[in-house]
């Protein structure tokens, strides 16, 4: 390919030189990206997640996400954000 150095230029990650190496389509499903790392939210996980949140929501003095990170063991505080903000 001609055009190879120009992607030596915008390397994104260690998967991405991995791939661009050993080939096009070399990785798994999924494999070499965040998202397969991250584990998806249960229904019961996010259903848990809004009880927390109605719970904390009207105590002002503390920050709420650190009220709910005490309840989700595994979850880390910016994970527990985006799914709020989502839901």
């Known amino acids: 390919n001609k055009k190879a150095f120009v992607e030596l230029l915008f390397w994104k990650s260690p998967a991405a030189i991995r791939e661009m190496t050993e080939g096009y389509g ?3 499903e999924g494999e ?3 998202r397969s ?3 998806p939210w249960t229904p019961q996980e996010e259903q848990e997640l809004r009880e927390l ?3 904390y929501k ?3 003095v503390e920050d709420i996400i650190t009220n709910i990170l005490s ?3 595994g979850r880390t505080r910016k994970q527990v954000v985006k799914q709020l903000v989502r839901l």
């Open 58 to 60: 009207e105590v002002e």
């Open 32 to 34: 070499g990206t965040a």
């Open 26 to 28: 070399s990785l798994g």
């Open 53 to 55: 949140y109605w719970k």
């Open 71 to 73: 309840h989700l063991p």
């Open 37 to 39: 790392r991250v584990p």
